[in-house]
C-alpha cells in the first residue's frame, strides 16, 4: 500500500461533476485530488464511444455556464454534440483550467472507510494507493456501471463481445461481418443505424420496441453559435428557470409552449389522428392526460404505433417496433435514421418477446425457434443505474455498515440526492433523490457541485468537520419524492424501467430521479442551506 497523502477532498470521477468539482474547490482553497479508473477524462463521453453516441440535448445548453471564456472560446458544430466532440470538448476544458495536475487517471477506489475518531475518509484503490481525505465527492455518473446481463453463454462466444458502454477506444469495422445487436435502448438506438450501413447482416434481438423519435440533428448554421454566445446568460437563467434545466429537447424548443390541456381520451379518434398531421411526433404526446392515465397512455399510444407504421416497409415488423409499455415510462429516444433500417435488406429485427432469447453460443444468437450466425456480439444492454457506481465500491460508515447493505434493505435512499444518513462527509453528485437524470445533467451537476462547495466553505469556517444527513430529514425527502411520482405512469405497475431499477435483477423498486424538477429541487437545496444546513446535523 503507498500512502499517498491527506487531502480536504477526493473526487471520485473526472467527467463532466469531477471536472467541475476540482476547479471549484481548488478557487475555494480545497486541497484536491480526483480519481478516475479511465486513462482519459470525459467519465460516461469517455467510455460510450460506440457508433453514433451522441447526446440528445442541444450544445449550447449541454456545457458548462461557470466559465465565459470557456462558453465563448469553445466552437461547437452540431446542434447535437456527438462523442467526440463532447470528450475533446471536456478535454478542452481539463487543460484550460490546469486541471490535469490534481487529477490521477487509469485508478480505481475500491473502498472507502470513514474513520470516526478522526472524522476523515480513507481512500483505498486498486493500484494500492491509499489516500486519506476529510470529505468525499462521489462524481461517480448516473449511467456508469455497466450491466452484464445474465444470458446463459454470453462467455462462450468466440468472436469480439462489444459492449457499447466500453466501445473500444480504435473504433470498430464490423464491414463485411454478420453482426448481433442485443438490446434496443438508447445506445443500440443510437448505433444501430450506422452498424447496419457496415455490416454484411445485421440482427437486432429487442426485448422491447423503444420510443424513439428522429432527433433531427444538423451542422450549426454560420452564425447561429455566435448569436448564442452574444447572450449567453440570457439562455442560461432561461436554463435554469425550466423544469428540467433545459429549454429543448434535441432540436424541439420549449419555448412558449404552454402545456397541453386536451385530453385524449375526450377527443374524438378522429380529431386524434388528426393531430398526427398537425404535429407529427409530437402528436402522441401532445395531451393533458397521457402520463398520468394509463387508459389515456394507451391511446397516445396508438398514435405513435401509427407513426411507427407509417415508417416500415414490412407490417409486421412494423408491429414488433411498436411498444406494448406505457409511453413516459422509460426515456424518450431521438434517432437518426432508425426505424429506416428496419427496411434494408441487410437487416433483421428478431422480436424476443414471440421468441425469447434462449442463450448463446460460440458462433451464434440462439432464440426458442431460431438459430442466428453471427461474427461480432454487441451488447447494448445498460447500467445499473444511479447506485452501481456506489455500490461497487466499499463504502463504510462509523458504525461499519455498507452503504450497499443500506441499500439493499431500505432501497437508494438519500437526503435530496446529496448524502446518505450514516456517510457523514461524503456527497453524491446527482445521486438517486435528485433531479438528476431527469434533466440537463450539465445543469444539474454544476448546481451539486457549487451547493456542496458552499457547504465546506460553511464548514471551514464554522469549525464543524463533520456533516451526516438526519434519517428523519432523509426519510421525509424519500417520502415526498415517491408522493410525487405515485401515481403517474412513470411509477406504474406496467413500467419496468431503469428508473425504477426494474432492469436490474433483486434491485428495490423506488423511483430513484426526483420528478418535482429542477427549479423546485434547486430552491429546496438553498433553503436547506439557508436555515443552518436543515436536515443535516453538523459537528
Ligand atoms: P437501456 O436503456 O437500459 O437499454 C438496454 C437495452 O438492453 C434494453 O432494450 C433492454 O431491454 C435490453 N436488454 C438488457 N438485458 C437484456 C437481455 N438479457 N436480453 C435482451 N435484451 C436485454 O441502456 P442504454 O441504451 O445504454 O441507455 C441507458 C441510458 O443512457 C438511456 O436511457 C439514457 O438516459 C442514456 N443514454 C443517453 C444517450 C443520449 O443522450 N442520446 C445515449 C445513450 C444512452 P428491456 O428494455 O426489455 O430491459
Redesign the pocket.
Known amino acids: 500500500m503507498n500512502q499517498k497523502g491527506t487531502y480536504d477532498v477526493i473526487v471520485i470521477g473526472a467527467g463532466f461533476a469531477g471536472l467541475y468539482s476540482v476547479h471549484l474547490l481548488r478557487e475555494h482553497g480545497f486541497t484536491v485530488r480526483a480519481l478516475d479508473r479511465a486513462d482519459g477524462v470525459g467519465g460516461t463521453w469517455y467510455w ?1 464511444r460506440y457508433p453514433g ?5 442541444q450544445s449550447i445548453e449541454y456545457s458548462f455556464s461557470f466559465n465565459k471564456e470557456i462558453q465563448e472560446e469553445w466552437e461547437w458544430t452540431e446542434l ?1 454534440p456527438a462523442q467526440p466532440e463532447i470528450e475533446a470538448y471536456l478535454n478542452f476544458v481539463a487543460d484550460r483550467l490546469d486541471l490535469r495536475r490534481d487529477i490521477q487517471l487509469s485508478t480505481t477506489v475500491t473502498s472507502l472507510s470513514f474513520d470516526d475518531a478522526g472524522s476523515e475518509w480513507t481512500v483505498d484503490t486498486d493500484g494500492g494507493d491509499q489516500f486519506k481525505a476529510r470529505w468525499v465527492i462521489a462524481a461517480t455518473g ?2 456508469s456501471e455497466p ?1 452484464d ?3 446463459p453463454g454470453v462467455d462462450s462466444f468466440s468472436g469480439p463481445t462489444l459492449y ?2 466500453r466501445f473500444p477506444r480504435e473504433g470498430f469495422d464490423f464491414t463485411g461481418l454478420k453482426v448481433g445487436v ?9 448505433s444501430i443505424p450506422i452498424i447496419a450501413e457496415q455490416a454484411e447482416h445485421l440482427n437486432v ?4 420496441a ?1 420510443y424513439s423519435r428522429p ?1 433531427d440533428n444538423r451542422p450549426l448554421r454560420p452564425g447561429e453559435l455566435e448569436e448564442v454566445k452574444a447572450d449567453y446568460e440570457s439562455l442560461r437563467l432561461r436554463q435554469r428557470a425550466a423544469y428540467a434545466g433545459l429549454v429543448s429537447f434535441g432540436a424541439v424548443s420549449f419555448e412558449g409552449v404552454t402545456p397541453p390541456t386536451r385530453r385524449i381520451l375526450e377527443t374524438p379518434v378522429e380529431e386524434r389522428l388528426a393531430a398526427l398531421e398537425e404535429l407529427g411526433w409530437s402528436a402522441p404526446g401532445a395531451w393533458a392526460d397521457v402520463m398520468f392515465d394509463l387508459e389515456a397512455n394507451q391511446a397516445g399510444t396508438e398514435l405513435y404505433a401509427e407513426l411507427v407504421r407509417r415508417q416500415i416497409r414490412d407490417p409486421e415488423v412494423a408491429e414488433a417496433l411498436i411498444p406494448h409499455y406505457p409511453m413516459g415510462c ?2 424518450q ?2 434517432d437518426t435514421g432508425y426505424f429506416e433500417t428496419f427496411n434494408r435488406d441487410n437487416v433483421t429485427l428478431v422480436d ?1 418477446r414471440s421468441d425469447p ?1 434462449v442463450g448463446i453460443t460460440s458462433g451464434s444468437v440462439r432464440t426458442q425457434n431460431r438459430e442466428f450466425d453471427i461474427d461480432v456480439l454487441v ?5 445499473d ?1 444511479m447506485t452501481g457506481a456506489l455500490n461497487k465500491m466499499e463504502i463504510t460508515g462509523p458504525g461499519g455498515r455498507t452503504l450497499k447493505d443500506v441499500w439493499e434493505e431500505q432501497g437508494p435512499v438519500s437526503y435530496l440526492g446529496l448524502a446518505v444518513a450514516g456517510f457523514p462527509n461524503l456527497f453524491t453528485i446527482t445521486g438517486p433523490g435528485s433531479p438528476s ?1 431527469l434533466t440537463n445533467m450539465v445543469v444539474s451537476i454544476e448546481q451539486h457541485v457549487e451547493w456542496i462547495v458552499d457547504c465546506l466553505d460553511h464548514m471551514r469556517d464554522s469549525g464543524y468537520q463533520r456533516i451526516d444527513a438526519e434519517p428523519g430529514a432523509q426519510e421525509a425527502w424519500v417520502d415526498h419524492a415517491a408522493g410525487l411520482v405515485a401515481g403517474t405512469v412513470r411509477n406504474s405497475d406496467a413500467c ?3 428508473y425504477l431499477g ?2 436490474v435483477p433483486g434491485k428495490r423498486r423506488i423511483h430513484m430521479p426526483y420528478v418535482g424538477g429542477l427549479p423546485a429541487y434547486r430552491k429546496k437545496c438553498d433553503q436547506v442551506a439557508a436555515d443552518s444546513y436543515e436536515g443535516f446535523a453538523l459537528a
Do not use: E, Y
Open positions: 460510450n453516441a451522441r447526446c440528445d440535448v447535437m448516473c449511467l450491466l446481463p445474465a444470458i457499447t458502454s442485443i438490446g434496443t435502448g438508447s445506445s443500440a438506438v443510437q434481438f429487442q426485448r422491447s423503444a432527433a422509460k426515456r429516444i431521438l424476443l432469447l451488447l447494448a444492454t445498460g447500467f443505474a437524470v419496468n424501467s431503469w426494474a432492469n
